[in-house]
């Protein structure tokens, strides 16, 4: 295989830009959100896209030629290859007049290559059997004219005129080529332009033979074949500029629907952990909005048989962060305190009815206690002056 580049330099940078890309796309898909990294991804295909259609472009155009393939000469050095290109100037009298001579000059060798011709539809619908038929026929005819099947050979080709003529130089080998076309654009004929091309693209002889019905054989001057050339150029360039264009848009679309899909995949992710913590919450047993107690003297007995102050509920469960209010009734003369030093827990609960508000930021259990010196065996035992709070 050929190497793409121009240049070692070339080379080098185009090395240098595709490492800078995949940092790009691996920063992007490491540090951005999900649908970053395909963006970039696409910027850096697009840009690439871009400049390979451009080279494109100016090679359609003529404007960057090809490197020229020489091909190496097959045989002995008296030994001459001919590979002639024809296929609707076949039949005309001229061609195969010339084919003789060619065939009378000693040591020269022919193929007679007939490209079939099939067009974009034709291959797309599958009708190309008519037009390969068409091709065999006239090659046949051709050879039977002129008859010298040592030297003369012969062959169809289903690609493209080009590719086939490129075909020939790997098997045939050519030392020249003669391209025979019609002066126009025709229908059902090779373009003229084809003989242009062939010159781009190899270093050998190339003739150009137009053949007019019943006129003599005509080589286009340079002008004309410059013309041919930019028609062809402006037409090639023109299909391929549409193609671009259809393979952004395609591209396009894809890069849509990727960063739609990834979206809908994220809120789809997100519902389904707004639904778990919604579950998870509605598993958890409902918590009054509001929890009333009283903190009354002497009014639990205890396994002792004294009567001890109390809290009339010392368990409390909360929901960790949540603030929870309590509205408690000391009816003592003096202040009694929840405190819970782990839970970062101290509420003083003066006489009377207040409300106060419950803040235990960690799950957890946390034992509480009365820090104001009361009862003191009831401070030390839960259900008394001291319980639990948990925290879910
Ligand atoms: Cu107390």
């Not at 070692?8 to 898909?29: D, G, K, M, N, P």
């Not at 190309?128 to 005819?141: E, H, I, N, P």
């Not at 671009?244 to 389904?272: F, K, M, T, Y």
């Not at 396994?303 to 102050?309: A, L, N, S, Y």
Request: glycine share 8%; proline share 6%.
């Amino acid at each position: 295989m050929r190497s793409p580049f121009h240049s070692e330099q070339e080379a080098f940078r185009s090395v240098l830009l595709a490492t800078l890309a995949l940092i790009a796309v691996v920063l992007a898909a490491a540090l951005g959100p999900t649908w970053l990294a395909p963006v970039v991804l696409a910027v850096v295909l697009g840009a690439v896209a871009v400049r390979v259609a451009q080279v494109r472009m100016r090679k359609l155009r003529g404007l960057e030629l090809p490197v020229k393939m020489a091909p190496a000469h097959l045989g002995s050095a008296s030994e001459r290859r001919v590979l002639v290109v024809a296929n609707d100037t076949l039949s005309e009298e001229a061609l195969l007049s010339e084919l003789e001579r060619l065939a009378s000059v000693p040591h020269t060798h022919v193929l007679l290559l007939v490209p079939a011709l099939i067009s974009p539809g034709a291959r797309l619908t599958g009708a190309v059997d008519g037009l390969l038929d068409q091709a065999r026929l006239r090659l046949k005819t051709a050879l039977d004219r002129v008859g010298h099947d040592l030297v003369v050979g012969g062959g169809i080709s289903d690609a493209d005129p080009l590719e086939a003529v490129e075909d020939a130089f790997a098997t045939f080998v050519p030392d020249e080529v003669i391209v025979s076309t019609g002066w126009e654009r025709a229908a059902n004929g090779l373009e003229p332009q084809l003989a242009g091309l062939v010159r781009e693209r190899f270093a050998v002889p190339v003739r150009h033979l137009v053949f007019e019905p019943g006129s003599v054989t005509q080589e286009p001057d340079k002008d004309t074949e410059a013309r041919y050339r930019h028609e062809f150029g402006e037409a090639a360039a023109r299909k391929f500029g549409l193609k671009a264009l259809a393979g952004a848009g395609i591209l396009a679309a894809v890069l849509l629907s990727v960063v739609a899909v990834v979206q809908s995949s994220e809120r789809d992710e997100a519902r389904a952990a707004s639904q778990a913590t919604a579950a998870q919450t509605a598993g958890l047993p409902p918590i009054a909005k509001v929890v009333d107690l009283s903190v009354i003297p002497e009014y639990k007995r205890g396994p002792e048989g004294e009567k001890h102050d109390a809290f009339t509920t010392t368990d409390f469960t909360v929901r960790a962060g949540q603030p929870q209010q309590l509205r408690i009734d000391n009816t003592d003369t003096v202040p009694h305190s929840i405190t819970a030093p782990e839970a970062g827990i101290k509420i003083v609960v003066i006489p009377g009815t207040h409300t106060y508000t419950l803040l235990v930021k960690q799950p957890g259990r946390f034992l509480w206690f009365c820090s104001f010196v009361c009862d003191e065996w009831a401070m030390q035992h839960p259900g008394y002056m001291s319980g639990y709070i948990s925290a879910i």
